[in-house]
């Protein structure tokens, strides 16, 4: 199954991952990117992948008219969503690799945390570098490697212990694109070259360890398969493995990395 198909989700989902994860991680990440980016008052600016549309929703406030802002997801509950946020803003439905729009038609394209869905990542950046002008940028934020990620490393251990190997496959696929060197090689082949590539940290704060693990596991279908005494076993193996990563006060910081790479059309 693909990655598109497997993270195809219900409008319960996206209404959840509006409500948490936007504010506890995208929101900064999407302010990260769009500065990153150089977006400007009067730009051109499309989101790819935009989810519920926090990247476009904060390229829109920096470029002052919200019909010069469109964002584009194959997912119809997560464009619900948007829609219902920022009304004023274009949504779109469509594939990352076949985008409904002419050449050249924007200044900036963006993708926060989009390119791990892609079946053909590289003609998804042939495809953004298509549509930007020949003195635009095109602004991708990926996650570093699994095995670079000293919390989300352990904890999928954790969880393919007790729930097998797809909760790799599912908690994992976050970070399967966070190798820089097949990245510039994707970018390389897709006619796009770097101008600046940043590793930046933050992190997550989680009431507690259960928490924790609670939210991430049902963030993936991985919360539909679990039986319950898997749960269990994941969140008490996970109390030792999460443990450094407690707070004073009992709460939780997950410090996650992440990449944002900016490129232009060669």
């Known amino acids: 199954m693909s990655a598109t198909e497997t993270f195809r989700i219900s409008i319960e989902r996206a209404e959840a991952y509006e409500a948490q994860f936007v504010p506890a991680l995208f929101e900064e990440w999407a302010g990260r990117l769009v500065a990153a980016a150089g977006v400007s008052p009067g730009h051109r600016v499309l989101d790819i992948a935009c989810g519920t549309g926090i990247v476009a929703r904060t390229a829109a406030g920096v470029v002052g008219d919200g019909e010069n802002v469109v964002g584009l997801d194959l997912n119809e509950a997560m464009l619900t969503v948007a829609r219902r946020v920022r009304p004023d803003l274009g949504w779109r439905q469509g594939d990352a690799a076949r985008l409904p729009f002419p050449d050249r038609s924007f200044d900036v ?50 969880a393919a212990r007790h729930a097998g190997p797809d909760a790799i496959d599912l908690l994992s696929t976050y970070f399967v694109r966070g190798a820089l060197e097949e990245l510039r090689s994707s970018l390389a082949a897709a006619g796009l070259e770097p101008t600046s590539i940043r590793t930046e940290q933050s992190s997550l704060s989680f009431g507690s360890i259960e928490e924790m693990v609670t939210t991430e596991v049902q963030a993936t279908p991985l919360g539909e398969r679990l039986s319950d005494d898997a749960l269990r076993g994941i969140i008490k193996e996970a109390r030792t493995v999460l443990d450094p990563f407690r707070t ?6 997950i410090p996650i990395r992440g990449h944002l790479v900016v490129a232009a059309p060669a």
């Open 109 to 158: 394209v963006l993708c926060q945390s989009g390119l791990m869905f892609f079946q053909d990542v590289e003609q998804a950046l042939r495809e953004m570098a298509r549509v930007v002008v020949d003195d635009g940028r095109v602004g991708i934020q990926v996650w570093d490697r699994r095995q670079s990620q000293p919390a989300y490393a352990p904890f999928i251990d954790v």
């Open 248 to 253: 004073g006060s009992g709460t939780v910081e």
